[in-house]
């Protein structure tokens, strides 16, 4: 179920959602619907999906290539609360123990992806996110293997 369109980017449009039916029931979820598809991009997402998962790398639940058009991809990954940028904009000053904590967390998430074959390729503040305990998570889109 499609809650709201939160933004458009490049090649792709995000929307909230609410899974529905199976295991993630009730699952607050991000949905990217990417009209272009580059090459590496699908391959990157089955390698961090099928992997074990690490904590500080967003979970992906699924990618799926649509039946119509050619070129487009659909990724479900899980919802966060907020964009880092967001909370840097509303929030003022971030103090340093916290500051360094997230930078932490970053390292250690794109440490994750390199080890899979990963590279994140778009690091900025609106690509990390905090979970509803502060903690910070690199997003998964849009990686691509090294």
């Known amino acids: 179920n499609v809650g709201a369109h939160l933004q458009d980017g490049g090649s792709k449009s995000v929307y909230a959602c609410v899974l529905v039916g199976g295991a993630n029931n009730g699952l607050g979820a991000v949905v990217a619907i990417e009209a272009t ?3 590496a991009e699908p391959e990157a997402v089955r390698r961090l999906v099928s992997r074990p998962l690490h904590p500080n790398v967003i979970r992906g639940i699924t990618h799926v290539h649509a039946a119509g ?9 899980e ?9 840097v904009i509303n929030g003022g000053v971030i103090l ?16 994750h992806m390199h080890r899979m074959g990963v590279a994140h390729r778009d690091i900025k503040l609106e690509n990390i996110m905090l979970s509803a305990q502060g903690g910070a ?4 889109p849009p990686p691509a293997p090294i």
């Open 79 to 87: 919802q966060l609360q907020v964009e880092l940028f967001d909370n």
């Open 137 to 140: 998570a690199a997003l998964l």
């Open 37 to 39: 598809i580059q090459a």
């Open 96 to 111: 340093e123990g916290p500051a360094r904590a997230q930078f932490a967390e970053c390292v250690t998430a794109l440490r």
């Open 69 to 77: 058009p050619p070129g487009i991809l659909y990724t479900v990954s």
